[in-house]
């Protein structure tokens, strides 16, 4: 930026400043001081010609004439339009002649302060290398006129017209200055913007909370068809809202860990997303206060499934039809089946009113258990039928368990919603529940892969009816 005309040395950047400053400020205060000028000097005109009096009129066309020339030259070539403002500025000098001898000193007063105003606004608009000759001008050509009409000189009016150019022109330089750096910071901001994705290559998105909507807003993104669980079916921001609502970390979702500010930046943390596990890396973006999120790695579950050799499962089979089904033996049956169904992922067709009667008749001795299942009587949910399974039989263990204590299950609430299914359960004392389930081995590799959010206290257990992979589609 040249030190004394404020303007840019870049002529690129320069070209744009213009441009931006000629669409947004100079155009509309053209077309306003425009109407303006245009209706007051026809309306004026208009008086004179009623009495008679061509003498003073003059001024009044002229003007007129020197605001439809600029409109045409404005219209032709943009690139004029401060530099015609700044002429039309001038010449409203000569309306300091256009007032006849009957004008009132009061009147004369406020035509002077409104017209002074107007080119204040006109100053302020402009660039510093035009306003500030202009402003020079103005109080030159004045001081210059008030002594020759009044043949003398005022040693008071003189030394406040000086001053006064002074602290205007100050205030000027200032204004401008800061404008222009603020359009190039805005300049740089967006530069960098539009290369992020050539600096970061790999999926990234520039994020911002936003205070008023209450929501993640997305400001720019790059290869976003690489997040996990992109989807053509969404927009873009959808998606990555949806991405970060999906992550988890520390027990809660980003989205809940970015507004709450429990999240590190500048260094490479894991989040859980389903059955992956997802590398991110968060840094800070003090331009705008926003937030640039990079996926840096997906890793897939390790594991693979294994499958049981049929000859194994038949003789196993076999084993538990010469078994006696007593509960202690069917309780048997499961442990060993959970056991070697772990790591199986085949998705299926559950009747969860079947399992839970069925499951409930091996673990429980109560029969005062109320089933409530809403009005929906043949619910089933479609999701990994041997994790289910594996699930609700430690259920009911620690459900047993708690039984041998004396603090009975008194009631199973199923209600079948559209994205998740939900079994609430109500016990005598909910408290000792909890803890026994989060130590149970088989539900903590389980609990992942089904439910929707976390259990709490409340013992509500949401399984989730959106699921990444259909591995099969069987049903049982």
């Not at 009623?50 to 404005?74: E, K, S, T, W």
Request: with cysteine; aromatic share 14%; net charge positive.
């Amino acid at each position: 930026m040249n030190k004394y005309t404020l303007k840019f040395k870049a002529k690129e950047i320069e070209e744009k400043y213009q441009a931006q400053s000629q669409s947004k400020n100079l155009k509309p205060l053209f077309y306003a001081l425009l109407i303006m000028a245009m209706s007051l000097n026809i309306f004026q005109l208009a008086i004179n010609a009623q009495r008679d009096n061509l003498a003073i009129p003059y001024i009044n066309m002229g003007f007129i004439i020197i605001c439809l020339v600029g409109l045409y030259v404005m219209y032709k070539i943009e690139g004029l339009t401060a530099k015609i403002i700044t002429i039309t500025n001038a010449y409203s000098l000569s309306l300091q002649y256009n007032f006849s001898a009957n004008t009132q000193a009061q009147e004369y007063y406020l035509y002077g302060c409104n017209f002074s105003l107007i080119q204040a606004v006109i100053y302020f608009s402009t660039d510093f290398h035009l306003s500030c000759p202009s402003l020079l001008l103005h109080i030159i050509f004045r001081q210059t006129s008030t002594i020759l009409l009044t043949n003398k000189i005022d040693i008071q009016s003189l030394s406040l017209s000086m001053a006064t150019a002074i602290l205007i022109t100050c205030v000027l330089y200032m204004c401008n200055k800061a404008y222009r750096i603020q359009f190039l910071m805005n300049y740089q901001q967006d530069t960098i913007n539009n290369q992020l994705h050539k600096l970061i290559n790999k999926p990234f998105s520039k994020i911002w909370f936003n205070e008023k909507k209450l929501q993640i807003d997305v400001q720019t993104t790059a290869f976003y068809e690489q997040f996990e669980q992109y989807t053509s079916d969404l927009c873009t921001g959808c998606n990555i809202r949806s991405f970060i609502r999906s992550c988890e970390v520390n027990n809660m979702t980003l989205e809940q860990a970015l507004i709450s500010g429990q999240v590190k930046f500048y260094e490479t943390f894991e989040v859980k997303l389903q059955r992956k596990k997802i590398k991110i890396r968060l840094c800070q973006y003090n331009i705008d206060n926003s937030i640039i999120l990079i996926q840096e790695s997906v890793q897939k579950d390790p594991i693979q499934y294994k499958k049981v050799s049929k000859s194994f499962q038949q003789s196993l089979f076999k084993q538990f039809n010469a078994i006696r089904m007593t509960p202690q033996n069917q309780q048997f049956k499961f442990g060993t089946l959970s056991l070697l169904m772990l790591r199986q992922f085949q998705i299926k067709t559950i009747n969860i009113r079947k399992l839970i009667r069925h499951l409930m008749s091996i673990y429980l001795t109560s029969k005062k258990v109320r089933l409530n299942f809403n009005g929906d009587y043949t619910i089933k949910i479609r999701t990994y039928g041997h994790l289910i399974k594996i699930f609700l039989i430690q259920v009911f263990c620690i459900l047993q368990d708690l039984e041998y204590q004396q603090n009975y299950l008194e009631e199973i609430n199923i209600l079948n919603l559209e994205t998740y299914m939900q079994i609430k359960l109500t016990i005598m004392d909910q408290y000792p529940f909890y803890p026994l389930y989060l130590r149970n081995y088989f539900i903590e590799q389980t609990a992942p892969y089904l439910l929707l959010n976390p259990l709490t206290y409340n013992l509500e257990f949401q399984f989730s009816k959106i699921l990444p992979f259909n591995d099969f589609n069987v049903e049982c």
